[in-house]
C-alpha cells in the first residue's frame, strides 16, 4: 500500500481528497499573537474575510519536521509499507525539506517530491499520484511519471497589485516591477524548472488583466487536447464561475476544477485573484 502525502498549499477539492484517499498536513496562518493551521482553525473565506480588514499582515509559518514526522507515522499505522509525499516548491517554502528530514525518521520508505510550484502545480501532481497508485503503479514509476508532468503543466495568476506578493517575500524575479510608479495589475506565471514566479505582463485594468491570464494560460498548453484545468480564486466566485463556463464552452476540458486558494497562498495572491492552472495529456 502507498500512502499519499501532501500539504495544505495543494488546493485540491475537499471531494477529491476524500476520494483518493489523500492524507494533508497543514501549514501555519501567523496573524499577530494567534496561530491558526490551515484550512483547519482558519477557512479560506475566514481568512479572506479577516484579510481585507485587519490591518496587522498575516504571514505563514511551514509544517516542521514534527508535523511530518507524525503524519508517516500514522499513515504507516494504517497499512501503508511505502509513502510518497509531495510538497510545495521548495523555492517558495521550507516545507520540501522538512519532509525530507522527517523521512529519516520513520521506518518505511518515503519519497520526498518537489512541487516546483504552488497551489494546483502541485495538486494535479498529487491526484496524478493517486490514481496512478490506484491503477497499481509501482513507487519508482509514479516518480517517473511526475517529473513528465511537471514539464506539462503551466500555471498564471492574475493579482489586483503586487503588495501581497511583495510583502510575502515570494515575489521571486517579478521584483523587477517593484518600485514601479504605475498603479499596475500583475500576471505572474510559475516557472516548473526553478520553482519561482517569473513575471509575466502588467494590465492597467482588471478586465485586461483577467484576458492577459485566460490567452496567455492557453498558447502555453503544449496542446488542447485532454485538458485537465483548475481556476482558483481568491474570494471571487462569481468571476471564477464565469471564467470556468468559457473555458468549458470553448476548450470542453475533460477535467475542470474550480476552487478558491487556501490562507497560505492568499497571503501571497491577496483578495480577488485569479489563477489558472493545468496540462495537456498530449
Given amino acids: 500500500m502507498i500512502g499519499i502525502i501532501t500539504d495544505s498549499t495543494c488546493d485540491i477539492p475537499d471531494a477529491l481528497i476524500e476520494q483518493y484517499g489523500i492524507t494533508i498536513i497543514p501549514h501555519y496562518i501567523i496573524w499577530g499573537d494567534e496561530q491558526f493551521r490551515d484550512r483547519v482553525d482558519m477557512t479560506p473565506l475566514e481568512f479572506y474575510k479577516r484579510l481585507e480588514v485587519d490591518p496587522v499582515y498575516s504571514s505563514s509559518s511551514q509544517a516542521g519536521i514534527p ?28 516545507a520540501y525539506h522538512m519532509a525530507c528530514e522527517a523521512a529519516r525518521l520513520v521506518k518505511i520508505p518515503v519519497s520526498v517530491v518537489d512541487g516546483k510550484g504552488p497551489t494546483m502545480s502541485l495538486g494535479w501532481q498529487v491526484l496524478a499520484a493517486a490514481r496512478a497508485r490506484d491503477a497499481g503503479m509501482e513507487v519508482k ?16 495568476v492574475a493579482m489586483d497589485s503586487l503588495e501581497y506578493l511583495q510583502k510575502s517575500g515570494r515575489i521571486g524575479n517579478a521584483v523587477k516591477w517593484v518600485g514601479s510608479l504605475l498603479k499596475i ?9 526553478s520553482g519561482l514566479v517569473e513575471p509575466a505582463a502588467m494590465a492597467r485594468t482588471h478586465k485586461q488583466l483577467v484576458e492577459m491570464l485566460y490567452q496567455k494560460f492557453f498558447a502555453q498548453l503544449r496542446s488542447h487536447n485532454r485538458l485537465h484545468i483548475a481556476v482558483l480564486h481568491g474570494n471571487s466566485l462569481a468571476e471564477a464561475e464565469a471564467l470556468a463556463e468559457r473555458i468549458r464552452a470553448e476548450f470542453n476540458p475533460v477535467e475542470l476544477i474550480l476552487n478558491i486558494t487556501g490562507p497560505v497562498l492568499g497571503i501571497s495572491t491577496g483578495p480577488g485573484a485569479l489563477a489558472l492552472c493545468g496540462y495537456s495529456e498530449d
Fill in 141 to 156: 514509476k509514479i516518480l517517473t511519471m511526475l517529473e513528465d508532468l511537471k514539464k506539462k503543466l503551466v500555471q498564471y
Fill in 185 to 193: 495589475q500583475p500576471l505572474v506565471s510559475i516557472n516548473h524548472h
Fill in 67 to 94: 508535523d511530518f514526522q507524525k503524519t508517516y507515522e500514522e499513515v504507516a499505522a494504517k497499512g501503508a509499507t511505502e509513502i510518497i509525499t509531495l510538497t510545495v516548491s521548495s523555492a517558495m517554502s521550507g
